[in-house]
């Protein structure tokens, strides 16, 4: 065991030692997922409301391929990206391969079908007696839809909250379009990858221990808002 | 029952609600089928029937809430769809569950008002009027999730009472409750409706709840209305066999106006003779039917006590069906039917079982009567 | 109600079910608090309450289903557990819902048998004896999932006959059918209990179920059972003010007797006398009550129809409670108060209202007396 | 546009090609996950039956543990189970770095979780009362535990679909484990990385196209097991 326990204390070492390098990648890693899920958010709680309150012709197409690209393999969606910004691909003048924007691009396409996904379950959930009771105090369209939105929050945010784990925590896409470069596009779980292979087991215990530490986290809030379930009983 | 304020040529004039031809159709199933109902204005309607008949559904198409398959709904005349929010604001609701919101009893009764954009003074003001009219004076600051059962549901009639509808829809409101609770909050719903002189859908499977609540019924069954009129016509004097069964009859009697004197009739039902209160011309055909709770058996060759039952039938007991307090005595006189509720001590006393033979005793008054059609 | 076939001395010495400082606790609510309850052999009791009394729990405590925070089960004189599959298996079960398992009628109904490796020719015979006693021979194969509420209940209850058991738990197995299909079903299992001669608990909210099905009944309130008795009795001579209002009484008078003579005694209750049948001694202090659906009611001065009915009260209407198909009119003579019940077209007739003169009619044999403690 | 249609093309040419080393990566990929999600069975649904079952003590601990373990990143299990068969680790003297089994080894330990933690809620989702039912018609403990686990097997398959899914889908913890050796440990998402990297997107849209398959059919079956909800009410 002595091997994780040395590289444990080499990881606390390096993350109290205030280094420039651990934290930068830290940093990095938080801002490209943050701001990937914020985006992932906007583009993806309308879409989930939507899919979730109406209904239409088309929805179950449309639910059918939220779904898919939800369960889209973390790698095919780096690789299309890749393509996409290649020299040779659509998007390829912009340049961005191998910057963090490629990395957010890929993760905000990770993230936005999983939030759009589970608002949908969520705002779907809100008892439809509920709105007919909202209706029938008067409330518009938008006010209905406004207080739909405001009893299925809790699981809005488990979308939100679960997507930042799934991002930060994903290597394929990110490894792919942003290569892994050191002061550029090193994240923690490309990091780690990239140290495991060379032996340095502590640079690669001070990221991981940064990870579980945002998984545990997450799963910590997550149970909070499951245990806390919304009562519409009375 | 509610004394209306309107104008008898207003009143007249147009029902408030109007529902014409609703056809209602789930996954090419039809759950309502209805030519036309409506629901004149200060008046509660009850809708009654056994679940599955259609009845919340029907309530949701009129009320707006729901647009129907097919067929028009006419608030005041006017043709009116979800779409139309200032009609749509006219028309409030309570349903099974109180589907209470966070927050304090105050914000869930003001509710409706903050999306009306009623100013908070007059919220507040309100909000306590309200909650006084349903017996919860002084309740504002409570928090609405600890509230009982009937308490949750006080509340959401408050809720709906604060925006003085036009038109309230109350959707078994009352069947979460206990017994004792419900009888209780049945005999408090009715008064509060006939003193707020509001226009109302009252849904139940109850129609016991109907009776009290409302001034007219309509029965529903597999999405249509088989019977509609006064609560004492529907319940007292059903024509259709099922709705009979439905409210605990034995099915009507035919016959016919045999002779008349001082609005007293005789009436002839295949051999029997019946007297009931009616100013029905001789020859007339008729329904007829006498609601088990008139009827009072006596024992066979009994000396009967004087009085003003004018009718008195010996008959055979040809069912007796335990209820709670009463026993229902389906009586046979030669293949005329009709049922008596005996109170347990009474069925008793008479040792009445299946075969024995008995009076049945009961007033002109109580028989009901109707031409046939 | 039922035969017991049992030898009396069996029957006299122990009942097959005892209950013992039973108390189930949940998050430190005490939920069930009932020092002693027995269940006599062949008999059927009626354990009756609002929602929330606690009735399942403890039925589910003497059923073994699940182990009581404290206190002790007797089954048969022997203290028995859940883990004592051997006991357990001569209990079966009705619940609210039917849970029917996926597959015909009769996979359900040979469930319980499958689990005991009854051999597939003797589940066919019983399968078949079992549904033709709850009416559906012949739906064998019948997919379960596709049955109307009444058959599916109707299943779940061959499910638990067709094993035999010795005791049968019935947890409110009625309450989720509309009216009129509960009436039928109601005397429908009452009857099927009777001849079954199986010993049963039955769980309910409606006092009127109760009196049809049991042969006693315990009423519970808040967990602990708060009266117990005949159904007579106790729905009609609740002494509990409680227990009265929840059975839709007026709380029991009390009074003593002042002479008797042939079984029929003179009772004193504040300066009012009551006529009753009893045999009780002079000078006995007494609880007593009259059913509503006992009293009869005439208009004040009216010559009086000679007839058995002794009691004679001249009264005040104090309130009226509209139900049904009658009102409960609640009747004071200078404080002392019994109800009436009359029919909704008596009550038109008499023109009766709050204040209105009128004479109580009663029986000496409709007043329920017991000595008072 | 042209660069996704020449490398789809390309890809569906080798894929109908037979070519052994594109069809012996996806065997690989297949065996390693197909067995991982076996064993993970095994050690899960037993697992998730006694988390849901039964009442006791320290049980709301043992839940956030698998929680925990299923929200781990790959990458971190990933390096740990480098560190164990590391030469230096617990288990390195069983040589098992760089081989398929040590891909397996960080497929169970991600899967199981996941299968043990949606086994414990799909238990647990079977209603109370019939449960109670069961018992009342006689059920033994073990009959009544058969009973439940049938009523709750859409769950547990499910759980077993989702985990076959993500696991054949994930890069961090093989590629540090396996080491995307070819004919040894490449499978289809390392392969995946290599390729792109190497510009080579014929070969890595031929592997994206059998992800991709793969995820619409677990999609599929997910979401039909959903619709087929259990009835209870009759």
Redesign the interface.
């Known amino acids: 065991?002595?091997?994780?326990i040395t590289?444990i204390i080499d990881g606390f070492r390096l993350l109290l030692s205030g280094s420039q390098d651990v934290w930068s990648i830290i940093e990095l890693s938080l801002g490209v997922s943050g701001s990937a899920i914020l985006i992932a958010t906007v583009i993806g709680v309308p879409i989930g409301y939507f899919l979730g309150m109406t209904r239409f012709g088309g929805r179950w197409a449309l639910i059918?391929l939220v779904?898919?690209a939800?369960?889209?393999?973390?790698?095919?969606v780096?690789?299309?990206v890749?393509?996409?910004l290649?020299r040779?691909?659509?998007l390829g003048e912009l340049g961005l391969l191998f910057t963090p924007q490629s990395m957010l691009i890929a993760q905000v396409i990770l993230a936005a079908p999983l939030v759009a996904g589970v608002t949908t379950a969520a705002v779907a959930g809100v008892?439809r007696?509920?709105r007919?009771?909202l209706?029938?105090?008067?409330?518009?369209r938008v006010?209905e839809a406004w207080a739909v939105l405001k009893e299925s929050r809790r699981g809005v945010l488990a979308a939100v909250i679960a997507g930042f784990?799934g991002i930060?925590?994903?290597?394929?896409a990110v490894?792919?379009v942003g290569?892994n470069i050191e002061g550029s596009t090193r994240v923690m779980?490309t990091a780690?990858?990239f140290h495991?292979?060379r032996?340095e087991?502590g640079l690669?215990?001070a990221w991981?221990m940064v990870?579980?530490g945002i998984?545990?986290v997450?799963?910590a809030v997550?149970?909070g808002l499951q245990n806390a379930g919304v009562?519409?009983?009375? | 029952m509610s004394a209306d304020v309107a104008t008898p040529a207003r009143t007249a004039a147009v029902p408030l609600v109007v529902g014409e031809d609703i056809v209602v159709r789930f996954r090419k199933r039809t759950v309502v089928d209805v030519a036309r109902i409506e629901i004149a204005r200060g008046c509660t309607y009850g809708l009654l029937g056994a679940s599955g008949a259609g009845k919340s559904t029907l309530l949701?198409a009129l009320?707006l809430?729901?647009r129907p398959t097919s067929g028009r709904v006419l608030i005041d005349g006017v043709e009116a769809t979800?779409r139309d929010?200032t009609i749509?604001?006219g028309?409030?609701?309570v349903?099974?569950?109180?589907?209470?919101l966070r927050g304090t009893v105050a914000d869930n009764v003001a509710?409706?008002l903050r999306?009306?954009g009623v100013s908070g003074t007059e919220r507040a003001a309100r909000v306590s009027e309200a909650l006084e009219r349903v017996g919860l004076a002084g309740w504002q600051r409570q928090s609405?999730?600890t509230?009982s059962g009937g308490e949750?549901q006080r509340v959401a009639l408050a809720?709906?009472l604060v925006?003085k509808p036009r038109l309230l829809?109350l959707d078994e409101p009352l069947s979460y409750m206990d017994p004792l609770l419900k009888r209780g909050l049945t005999a408090e719903f009715a008064s509060i409706l006939a003193s707020e002189n509001v226009t109302a859908i009252y849904v139940t499977h109850d129609q016991d709840e109907a009776a009290v609540v409302a001034d007219r019924i309509g029965v529903m069954r597999e999405g249509r209305i088989v019977a509609e009129g006064d609560p004492d016509e529907v319940l007292g004097l059903p024509e259709d066999e099922w709705v009979a069964a439905f409210v605990g009859m034995e099915p009507p009697l035919r016959g016919g106006v045999r002779a008349t004197s001082d609005g007293l009739a005789t009436i002839d039902v295949t051999g029997v003779t019946f007297y009931a209160t009616t100013t029905l011309p001789i020859g007339t055909g008729v329904l007829l039917a006498v609601r088990p709770e008139d009827v009072t058996i006596y024992e066979a060759g009994v000396e009967l006590p004087l009085g003003s039952a004018r009718n008195r039938l010996d008959a055979v007991v040809a069912e007796m069906r335990p209820g709670g307090g009463t026993v229902q005595v389906v009586l046979d006189h030669r293949g005329t039917r009709i049922a008596a509720a005996v109170s347990r001590a009474s069925a008793k006393e008479l040792d009445l079982k299946v075969g024995a033979r008995v009076v049945a005793v009961f007033k002109a008054t109580a028989v009901r009567v109707r031409a046939s059609a």
């Open positions: 065991m002595s091997v994780y590289a059918l779904n898919t939800m369960g889209f393999p973390p790698v095919v780096g690789l299309f890749f393509m996409a290649s040779s691909g659509p008892p007696d509920l007919l009771q209706r029938a105090l008067g409330a518009s006010q784990g930060i925590s994903e290597v394929g490894s792919i290569g779980t780690i990858m495991v292979r032996g087991f690669a215990m991981a990870l579980i998984a545990l997450v799963n997550l149970t009562r519409h009983e009375r | 949701r009320g809430l729901e979800r929010l749509r604001r028309i409030a609701a349903f099974q569950k109180p589907y209470l509710y409706g999306l009306r609405a999730l509230l949750a809720r709906a925006l829809l």
